[in-house]
């Protein structure tokens, strides 16, 4: 639980649900560089080459993100 795959400009799975004080962690499998960035907060991953990731935890609540690099990559996580 908590592991996205970010495949072919898309995330995988677009909507993730983790309990609160886990990690969301982003697996960049992409030949392509990615970043996460979370709409509405000035929280960003670094920049992920392939093969790389990056962990985030989150409060209570629902959250949107895109990719920094390619905004038409949406994603969301929802932290019961």
Same mark, same amino acid.
């Given at each position: 639980?908590?592991?996205?795959?970010?495949?072919?400009?898309?995330? =995988?799975?677009?909507?993730?649900?983790?309990?609160?004080?886990?990690?969301?962690?982003?697996?960049?499998?992409?030949?392509?560089?990615?970043?996460?960035?979370?709409?509405?907060?000035?929280?960003?991953?670094?920049?992920?080459?392939?093969?790389?990731?990056?962990?985030?935890?989150?409060?209570?609540?629902?959250?949107?993100?895109?990719?920094?690099?390619?905004?038409?990559?949406? =994603?969301?996580?929802?932290?019961?």
């Amino acid at each position: 639980p908590g592991v996205v795959t970010i495949a072919d400009f898309v995330f =995988g799975p677009e909507t993730v649900e983790v309990r609160a004080g886990q990690k969301v962690t982003w697996v960049n499998t992409d030949d392509s560089p990615h970043q996460i960035a979370i709409a509405g907060k000035d929280l960003r991953t670094p920049v992920l080459l392939k093969g790389q990731s990056a962990s985030l935890s989150f409060d209570p609540g629902a959250y949107e993100y895109i990719c920094g690099l390619h905004p038409n990559m949406k =994603g969301r996580i929802e932290v019961k």
